[in-house]
């Protein structure tokens, strides 16, 4: 039995693009840190041995790191000094991730992204792999489609 037999589509997770301001911006080589917690409470009542009550409190997202070999683009780095500068713009900021036939099949949507991490590349002259460039956002609210 596969995904296919109840009618799943399932993907690969090395096909995926960003997206900023509904313009797809670059292709990275790593996603990371897409998630969301919801705080809790729990409650238990006296006699109730059997049962607890769980109160619900407010989410936290979690960080998203891109990780992408460094180019001649300087669009993340602008980015960030905007935020270093004060200006802080922020961003919609679309993850997408399409299929092997190059569908569109989710998207993860930061809504009110800002940066809140650039990293460099560590630079050897022995070293012959790539260098990568590191961009961590914040956000203030996550839509999945």
Known sequence: ???????????????????????IRASFTECSGLGVSIEKDTYLEGGMNNKQYILMKAAKFSDVTLKRGITDDLEFWKWINQ????????????????????????????IQAIPVGWKAPSLQASANNVAIEELSLAYERLDVK
Do not use: C, H, P
């Open 1 to 23: 039995m596969n995904g296919n037999d109840y009618g799943m589509n399932y993907v690969t997770a090395n096909r995926f693009y960003v997206e900023i301001d509904s313009t």
């Open 83 to 110: 935020v270093l500068d004060g200006t802080r713009k922020r961003y919609d900021v679309g993850i997408i991730l399409f299929n092997q036939a190059g569908e569109r099949m989710q998207t993860w949507r930061l």
